[in-house]
C-alpha cells in the first residue's frame, strides 16, 4: 500500500503534524502559565500524548501527557496540567464552532426544490420496489 504512495504528500503531512505538535506546546505554554517549563518538555509530552490517543482506547493519551510532564518537571502537578488541557479542549471546542459557523455561513449550498411525487401510473407501480404490501385490488 505505501509502494504507491506519493513521498512529497508524505512529507507535507509529516511536516503539518510536526507543527501541528510544535504549535500546540507553544499553547501550553500560555496556558499552564508557567513560562518555567521548558519547550523540549512541552514538545516531548505533547508527542507521547498524541502517540497515546493513536494507540489507547479512550483517548488515554491526554492523562498520559499530562503525567508525563508532571514527571519531566516537577513543578507542575498533574492537576495543573489537567487543568490547562481542559481549557485547551475548551478552546479548540470554540474554534470547531467558529469554523462551522463559517463554512454554514460562506458554503454555497443549492437552493432547495420541494418534493415531487412521481407521477403515478400501472407502469412506475410495476417497476418501482415497494417496502409496504399493495393494497390494491385487481379485477379482471
Do not use: K, Y
Not at 83 to 103: H, P, Y
Not at 104 to 119: D, G, K, N, S, W
Request: a positive charge; charged letters at 20%.
Amino acid at each position: 500500500m505505501l509502494a504507491g504512495a506519493n513521498p512529497a504528500l508524505i512529507v507535507a503531512a509529516s511536516a503539518c503534524l510536526l507543527m501541528t505538535s510544535v504549535a500546540r506546546a507553544w499553547r501550553w505554554r500560555h496556558l499552564l502559565r508557567d513560562d518555567s517549563v521548558s519547550f523540549r518538555h512541552r514538545l516531548t509530552s505533547t508527542f507521547i500524548g498524541f502517540a497515546g490517543n493513536n494507540t489507547l482506547p479512550g483517548r488515554l493519551g491526554e492523562p498520559l501527557r499530562c503525567w508525563v510532564l508532571s514527571r519531566l518537571d516537577r513543578r507542575i502537578g498533574f492537576w495543573q496540567a489537567a487543568g490547562s488541557l481542559v481549557i485547551e479542549r475548551v478552546f479548540d471546542l470554540a474554534a470547531a464552532i467558529v469554523l462551522l459557523i463559517g463554512f454554514l455561513v460562506l458554503a454555497p449550498f443549492p437552493p432547495t426544490r420541494p418534493f415531487e411525487m412521481p407521477h403515478s401510473s400501472r407502469a412506475s407501480r410495476r417497476t418501482r420496489p415497494s417496502s409496504a404490501p399493495c393494497s390494491c385490488s385487481r379485477s379482471s
